[in-house]
Nanobody, 119 residues
Framework: QVQLVESGGGSVQPGGSLRLSCAAS????????MGWYRQTPGKQRELVAI???????DYGDSVKGRFTISRDNAKNTVHLQMSSLKPEDTDVYYC?????????????WGQGTQVTVSS
């Protein structure tokens, strides 16, 4: 079964940087999308960044130009380099793996890692 383990969260001052990593295990398919979402309790889950197996990326409007997503398919790992962090980036960040099983879209999620940006 698929398991996602996140690391790299923590506290940083505004303008600082953090690098999140997510290692996936148990994936038997060669083509899948990996990404990061964030969610504050009581609010909607928000897209941060996604990257396809072929390397195509998409970012949420609020992080464009500041965050960079990358992946290492050999290690089934995705990274999120976060720069110029703002207080509004404070959230729990969740790693996501998305793939299709026949007609069904299947999502797997990590446990989440806390990112706090404050002065």
């Amino acid at each position: 079964q698929v398991q996602l383990v996140e690391s790299g969260g923590g506290s940083v001052q505004p303008g600082g940087s953090l690098r999140l990593s997510c290692a996936a295990s148990g994936i038997i398919f060669s083509s899948y999308t990996m990404g990061w979402y964030r969610q504050t309790p009581g609010k909607q889950r928000e897209l941060v960044a996604i990257i396809t197996n072929g390397g195509s990326t998409d970012y949420g409007d609020s992080v464009k130009g500041r965050f960079t997503i990358s992946r290492d398919n050999a290690k089934n790992t995705v990274h999120l380099q976060m720069s110029s962090l703002k207080p509004e980036d404070t959230d729990v960040y969740y790693c996501n793996v998305r793939l299709w099983l026949g007609p069904a879209l299947v999502n797997y999620w990590g446990q989440g890692t806390q990112v706090t940006v404050s002065s």
